[in-house]
């Protein structure tokens, strides 16, 4: 048996949470392997729940910059709890004392800051790209190749410009599908505004243009983004992008029409 008991409740909780954010030294884990299989089955479920899905997750998380806004929620969250949590001094250091030296006071936050990690990582995991990524921009350069009805128009200042957004815009009328590209347009917050593209159909009254979807731009660097028309589009001869409330809107009042793109 090691020194430490595992009787003793801080030291397990010691090896736990070392275990999920550290990683254990030999010595550490026979110690918990020891523990183990002394403790209840409801005393390890939760933690190997956790590091189970942390696992998952980061082992198939594609790279994506976390957004400012989630940034700043995470640093406010983490000096919120932080606060409310006393400093207690340890006189006697265990072993892998940077990982372990009062962990246990900590041991709540912790684990919430682990579990907050695991939804972000799943939220970003499970958002649909819209970078210039390989599948994303391979997908654009088959639908310029096969040119199937194909309309390619340049981005250029709309009725409230901002910024000096630069792209285009390709659309397929018979495939349904096509792509925006920006470069150098402002990155949004997601909270506050989305942008939002509509299409104008020669069908269709130029009052009620089609909503191509919300979308929002996380650098100022060139993105690709998937449009998504909510209804069939016979023949586009324009494309605009205004800046709406968070979800979008159904009609716009094209207060803030930063961007149009008019097709030759």
Not at 129 to 135: C, I, K, L, Q, T
Request: aromatic share 8%.
């Amino acid at each position: 048996m090691s020194k430490h008991s595992t009787t003793d409740p801080n030291r397990w909780e010691e090896l736990q949470v070392a275990r999920l954010l550290f990683g254990l030294t030999a010595e550490e884990q026979a110690e918990y392997d020891d523990s183990a299989r002394q403790m209840p089955a409801e005393e390890l479920d939760p933690f190997d729940t956790v590091v189970a899905n942390l696992d998952v997750v980061w082992s198939n998380m594609p790279s994506e910059p976390l957004p400012e806004h989630l940034r700043r929620a995470i640093r406010v969250r983490a000096e919120q709890e932080l606060a409310t949590k006393p400093i207690v001094s340890v006189a006697k250091p265990t072993i892998n004392a940077t990982a372990t030296i009062g962990v246990s006071q900590y041991l709540p936050w912790l684990v919430s800051a682990a579990c907050l990690m695991l939804a972000v990582f799943t939220w970003v995991s499970n958002r649909p790209a819209e970078n210039a990524g390989p599948d994303v921009a391979q997908l654009r350069a088959e639908l310029i190749a096969a040119k199937e009805g194909l309309v390619q128009a340049n981005w250029s200042a709309g009725t409230t410009p901002i910024g000096n957004a630069t792209g285009d815009v390709v659309w397929s009328g018979p495939r349904q599908q096509g792509f925006m590209r920006f470069r150098g347009l402002p990155v949004n917050t997601p909270t506050k505004e989305q942008y939002q593209l509509w299409i104008f159909d020669k069908n269709q009254s130029d009052k009620t243009p089609i909503d191509g979807g919300v979308f929002d731009i996380a650098t100022s660097e060139e993105v690709i983004i998937p449009i998504h028309a909510k209804l069939r589009v016979q023949d586009a001869f324009m494309f605009a992008v205004t800046i709406e409330k968070p979800g979008g809107v159904v009609v716009s009042s094209r207060e803030r029409l930063p961007l149009l793109a008019k097709v030759e």
